[in-house]
C-alpha cells in the first residue's frame, strides 16, 4: 500500500481510479462525521465508483457556461462579445461566458471536491494553463474530445499538437498563449536586455516579479543558463530560487504579485518587471502611447498557453467542441487576437490578420516567427513530488520568515 | 454600587424567566440548527482536516484520513514567526483603533447629545465608509500610499522617509490598514454604552469634588467598560486572522505575512489542507485562550 507510485501519468490514473473505486463510500463517510449525509448523497450519485464522464445531454440542451480569465475575449464598447454572439446566431447555443477564473491555483481550489465526485463545477469548458492542464489530465478530471466534431482543430499550430502532458491532444486544445519577459517603463528606465538587468542597483526596491511560479523561476533559470523544458535537476531549480530569496530579501525586489502586477507598473511602485507579453500592450493602449516596453530576455523567456478543456462532470460536451471548431476558424480567430493581443495557436489567422490589420500581423507576440519562438521554452512537467517541494519552497519565500 | 446591583437583580428575573418558557426553547432552535450546521459540523471536518496525511506516492494535494498529529509540531514550526506577527499587528492596531475610537466615541455619544441632527450625521460619517467595500478602500490606500504619491513624496520631503524606502509593504501600512478598517467596529460598540450613559452620574461625581480626570477614570470609564471590551473583541478576533491587509496584493509584502495570509497559501497554491486545517485550529485556539485571560483580567464577566 506505501509503494511509491510508479510515474508513468497513464497508469498512475488508473491506479487512483482504483483506489477510489474500493474507497469512496466508506471514507468519504467517516472523514467527515456529522455533515457526512450530505457527502453520502453526493457519494451515492456517483455509484461509489469510479469517477465517468457525465452522460451528454447537449442535444436537448444548447447552452455552453465557458469559465474564463478576464480581458481574454474580444468585447465591444457596450461590454458585448462579437465573436461570441455571431457564434450564438450561427448555431443557436446559448453561450453563458463567465469571467470567473482568476488565477490557476485558485480556481482548482474551489472546484476539486465536486471534480473528485464527478459532479458538474458548474463550467462546461474552462481554459487553463499547461501545467494545471497537466493535473487535470493526470487525474483524469477531463473528457476526451470528440475530434470528428471538431474538424478545424487541424488549424492547430503544429508546435502546439504533441504537448507532454496530451500527446496527440486527445483532451485539450490551445485556448490562446504567451510569453513571460521583462517589462519596463521607457520614461524612467533604459532599455534592459536581461533578468540580471533587474537586479541593477538603479532599481532597488523598484521591480515586481509574478507570483507564477513557473515564470518568475523559469526566467531566473533559462538566465542561469539552464533548460526548463529539459530534465533539469532540483538543484538547479533551487540555484535558482536562491538567488530570487537573495533579491526579495535584500529588497532589491518590491513585490511578488499576480495578474496585479500591472497595478504596481501603473502607479510606478514598479520601474520594471517581470511581466506577460498581452498586458504590457494593453497597458500601453490604455496610457495611449508607448510608456512600457516589453522584451523577451537574451536568455529567453518562457512560453505558456491556455487550454480548452471539458470537467468530467460536464453533459454539455458535443456543444463544447462545437464552440471550440468555431474559435479554429482562422478568420475567427484573427478577431479574437486583435483584441486580446496574446498568441493564437491557430495557423491561417496570420493570413486572416493581413486583411484586419497588417500591422498586427507583424507583432511578435501574437504571431511569433520561428526566430522569436527560438528564443522561449515551456517550463517542463512536474512531478507531484517535484510540484510539492517546488512550490513549498517558492511560497516560503513569498510568506517571509 | 447601588447602579450593579440593579441591574444584577434586574438579570436574575430575566433568566428565570427564560428557563420557565418553552417557547424560547422553541425559538432557539433556528439558532441551535444553524450553529449545528454552520459552526459545529466544518469545526469538526477542520480537526478531522488537521489531522490528515499525504497519501505516499499519490497526487499533489491528495491526503487521506489518520492522526498524523505532527502537523501541528510541522505548521508551529514553519509558521510560529507569522502567527506571532499576527497577534502583534492585531493587538497594535486593536490599540489605535481604541485610541482613536474612544474620544471619537465620547465626541458623538456625550458632547454632541444635545445636538441630535449633528449626533446622526456623525454617526453617519462612522459608518459611511462601509458602505464602499472594504477591498476598494483598502486598494485606495495602496494608491495614496504609493511610492509616486503625495504622502510618500511628503514623507520623503521632511525626512521620514529615506530615499528607496517605501510606506506600503511595510508593518507600519499593515497596521495602519487593520486600525483602519476597524475603527468603526471599536467605535461604535463604545458609543452605544457612551450614548446611553447617565450624565447625572458624571455631575454627581463633580459635586462630590472630583476633579474631570478623576471623574472620567472612576465613573465614565468603568460605565464605558461593556463598549470597550466587545470593541476590543470585535477587533482583535477579525484583525488576528486578517489576509487582506497584509496581503502582498493590498498593503503588505513578503515581509507582512500573517497567519492569515499563510492559511490562504497553504489552502489555495499549496493544496496542503492538513496544514491549513491545523493553522485555522491553533489561530481559533489561541484568539479562544487569549480572549479568556483578557475578559477574565478586566473583571467584567457579568457585563458581557
Known sequence: ?401 | MAFTAFSAAEQKVDESARKRSPIALFLLLPGVLFLVLFFVTPLISLVLTSLQEPVPGGFFGEYRQALNWQNYVFVLETYGVQAARAFGYAALASLFALLIGFPLAYFIGITLRRFPLLQALALVLVIAPFFISFLLRTLAWKQIFAIEGPVAGLANAIGLLGPGESITGTAFSVVFGLTYNFIPFMTLPIYATLERLDLRLVEAGGDLYANPATVFRTVTLPLAAPGVISGTLLTFIPASGDYINASRDFLGSTETAMIGTVIEANFLVLQNYPAAAALSIVLMAVILVLVAIYVKRSGTEDLL
Do not use: H
Open chain 1, 1 to 401: 500500500m506505501n509503494r511509491p507510485l510508479p510515474e508513468d501519468p497513464m497508469v498512475r490514473r488508473l491506479i487512483a481510479q482504483a483506489k477510489r473505486a474500493q474507497l469512496s463510500r466508506r471514507t468519504m463517510l467517516a472523514g467527515t462525521g456529522a455533515g457526512a449525509t450530505a457527502l453520502a448523497l453526493a457519494a451515492c450519485s456517483t455509484g461509489g465508483g469510479a469517477v465517468e464522464a457525465a452522460e451528454d445531454i447537449s442535444e436537448s440542451d444548447p447552452t455552453i457556461n465557458w469559465a474564463n480569465w478576464p480581458f481574454y475575449i474580444d468585447e465591444d464598447e457596450e461590454g458585448g462579445y462579437p465573436t461570441l454572439e455571431a457564434f450564438q446566431e450561427q448555431t443557436g447555443i446559448t453561450v453563458n461566458y463567465n469571467i470567473t477564473v482568476d488565477d490557476n491555483n485558485s480556481y482548482y481550489a474551489t472546484v476539486r471536491d465536486q471534480l473528485a465526485l464527478g459532479q458538474d463545477i458548474g463550467a462546461d469548458t474552462v481554459c487553463l494553463t499547461d501545467w494545471m492542464v497537466a493535473r487535470w489530465i493526470q487525474l483524469g478530471y477531463t473528457q476526451e474530445l470528440n475530434k470528428d466534431n471538431i474538424p478545424n482543430a487541424a488549424n492547430l499550430s503544429p508546435d502546439l499538437q504533441n504537448p507532454e502532458f496530451d500527446p496527440g491532444r486527445r483532451f485539450s486544445l490551445p485556448w490562446q498563449g504567451g510569453f513571460a519577459g521583462i517589462a519596463w517603463n521607457t520614461e524612467q528606465v533604459g532599455e534592459l536586455r536581461s533578468v540580471d538587468d533587474l537586479w541593477s542597483s538603479e532599481l532597488t526596491g523598484r521591480v515586481g516579479v509574478l507570483s507564477e511560479m513557473r515564470d518568475t523561476i523559469g526566467l531566473i533559470m533559462l538566465n542561469n543558463g539552464v533548460d526548463i523544458s529539459g530534465d533539469f535537476s532540483a538543484d538547479e531549480f533551487n540555484a535558482a530560487l536562491d538567488i530570487f530569496r537573495e533579491q526579495v530579501t535584500g529588497g532589491q525586489i518590491r513585490n511578488v504579485r499576480g495578474n496585479a502586477y500591472t497595478e504596481d507598473l501603473v502607479n510606478e511602485d514598479t520601474l520594471a518587471a517581470i511581466a506577460w507579453s498581452g498586458d504590457i500592450t494593453l497597458l500601453n493602449f490604455e496610457a495611449g502611447y508607448e510608456k512600457w516596453k516589453f522584451a523577451i530576455p537574451e536568455a529567453g523567456g518562457t512560453l505558456w498557453a491556455d487550454n480548452f478543456l471539458v470537467p468530467i462532470g460536464s453533459p454539455r460536451k458535443a456543444n463544447v467542441e462545437q464552440l471550440i471548431n468555431y474559435y479554429y476558424e482562422p478568420e475567427v480567430a484573427a478577431e479574437v487576437a486583435a483584441w486580446v493581443n496574446y498568441i493564437t495557436p491557430v495557423e491561417g489567422a496570420r493570413e486572416a490578420m493581413e486583411a484586419i490589420d497588417p500591422e498586427l500581423a507583424e507583432n511578435q507576440l501574437i504571431f511569433p516567427n520561428e526566430e522569436t519562438l527560438a528564443n522561449t521554452a515551456i517550463f517542463r512537467g512536474l512531478t507531484a513530488q517535484e510540484e510539492n517541494e517546488f512550490q513549498a519552497a517558492f511560497q516560503s519565500v513569498l510568506l517571509g520568515a
